[in-house]
């Protein structure tokens, strides 16, 4: 018995060292790392390649971080996969690329990041590995030539256009004018193209819109190209000639090493005086001149008592002239709070919703939304639909939108009624959600939580 375990142990003894050297000798995964260029220019694309190689083949996906850097735009580009025979041992991976595009000048680092693979050491045994990257980085530059450029963009084959559209030929107090302008570009994502300045005016109500970026990569090249719509309405207040400025936008043509400057010309506008406008105004008049003839006969009929109620005005006015001021001015001071308030502007847009008018809806809500609290502190349509989280409400106001400034022959038609209920729904939730905080506030202010509702063994007072 003594001479079998001994044996025995003599076997273990063998067999251990020469799985622990076959543990050693498994074959482990390969994982390459480079970045091309290792010096670009702002805004252009540094290529990070990162290949994953397992021995067999991988039973999942790799678990990759997302690569984000400081003052650096990330996207992903392709994914190739891969096979590699290295001292016998097939290979199988992938090979993924991002385009890292920096926004400033300087140097970018990527460290500390790790990837997790499963893959298939001895079938059907799955082993599991993390893999640290090595740190690489690349530099930003500006080329010297390019300094004085505020801000600085480099790219390829960009240029603008811009389109104007008129609500009507012949332009009248009322009218609106929507000037659109589009930077296309390659090789440069579409956040970084810089934004259109609208010039404001005296006699103009201008109203941004909020911009539109694209960015689309060919599949086959992995070439990017972007582009940036910018939009301003014009509301035209006061009749008088205006001209919209030129827009120039100077830029750093990477092919030709030069500045270039993208132009467009500038925008003339003639406003007339509305005659409907003053069409309203006359039949004011003659109103007023009507209601002043209708007096004078009352009066000529019934001079008598007209002499006694003229007598008693001018007895009150002579007593309580103080007070009958004094009520004057707190009338007229709650009338000039009323028509500031967020409840009248809210009656101008139910009163523009009744007629119908998507120009006039829309902007009856734009001057809504300027006195409507919980939007603070952007006050835009943006942050209404943000706040209020109501996908029915988005297709509303998308609709009215696409009514106005991009009309086309297959979208549904907005409905008056439909926005409104939206919006009145939103504004009520929103409210009474502001009433909820403000109510929280108060009690917390009135149940103060402090030192004194302890002893001094932080034990809860006992109730007396």
Not at 18 to 35: D, H, S, Y
Not at 40 to 46: H, K, R, S, T
Not at 272 to 279: I, L, M, V
Not at 334 to 349: V, W
Request: proline share 8%; net charge positive; aromatic share 6%.
């Amino acid at each position: 018995m003594r001479h079998l375990l001994a044996a025995v142990a003599l076997m273990l003894g063998l067999l251990i060292p020469c799985a622990a050297r076959a543990q050693q000798n498994a074959p482990e995964p390969i994982l390459r790392v480079t970045i091309d260029p290792p010096r670009v220019l702002v805004g252009q694309a540094a290529t990070l390649r990162i290949d994953v190689l397992a021995p067999n083949y991988m039973t999942a996906p790799p678990e990759l971080p997302d690569f984000q850097v400081r003052n650096a735009v990330t996207r992903q580009l392709r994914s190739v996969n891969e096979n590699e025979q290295r001292d016998g041992v097939s290979y199988a991976g992938v090979r993924f690329e991002f385009a890292i595009h920096p926004q400033e000048p300087g140097s970018y680092a990527i460290a500390g990041q790790t990837i997790t693979i499963k893959y298939a050491a001895e079938p059907p045994a799955t082993r599991e590995a993390t893999l640290a990257l090595p740190p690489i980085a690349f530099e930003a530059f500006i080329p010297e030539a390019a300094s004085a450029l505020q801000p600085f963009l480099a790219a390829r084959n960009l240029s603008i256009e811009q389109t104007v559209n008129r609500s009507s030929d012949q332009l009248k107090t009322g009218d609106a004018v929507t000037r659109t302008v589009t930077i296309k570009a390659e090789g440069i994502p579409a956040m970084l193209l810089p934004p259109v300045k609208f010039a404001a005016f005296e006699g103009l109500k201008l109203y941004p819109a909020q911009p539109s970026l694209q960015d689309k990569t060919d599949g086959r090249t992995d070439v990017l190209s972007s582009a940036r719509v910018d939009s301003g309405v014009y509301m035209l207040e006061k009749a008088g000639d205006y001209v919209l400025p030129p827009i120039d936008l100077r830029w750093w043509n990477i092919d030709a090493q030069s500045i270039d400057v993208a132009h467009l010309d500038p925008v003339t506008l003639r406003v007339e005086t509305n005659p409907a406008a003053g069409a309203a105004s006359s039949i004011g008049t003659s109103s007023a001149r009507w209601s002043w003839g209708a007096l004078r006969d009352v009066i000529a009929d019934r001079w008598k008592s007209a002499v006694v109620v003229l007598l008693a005005l001018a007895g009150l006015g002579w007593l309580m002239p103080r007070t009958i001021r004094a009520i004057a001015a707190r009338l007229r001071r709650h009338r000039e709070a009323y028509l500031r308030s967020e409840a009248f502007a809210f009656r101008e847009l139910r009163h523009a919703v009744r007629h119908g008018d998507a120009k006039a809806v829309y902007f009856a809500l734009l001057d809504w939304l300027q006195r409507f609290e919980p939007v603070a502190p952007q006050h835009t349509v943006e942050a209404f639909k943000a706040v209020a989280h109501d996908a029915a409400l988005d297709d509303e106001i998308g609709a009215v939108e696409r009514e106005l400034f991009a009309p086309s022959p297959g979208a549904a038609r907005w409905s008056p009624r439909r926005l409104l209920r939206q919006v009145g729904g939103a504004r009520r939730n929103l409210r009474r959600r502001a009433r909820r905080r403000e109510d929280t506030r108060l009690l917390q202010n009135l149940n103060p939580v402090g030192p004194s509702s302890t002893t001094s063994f932080g034990r809860p007072k006992p109730a007396r």
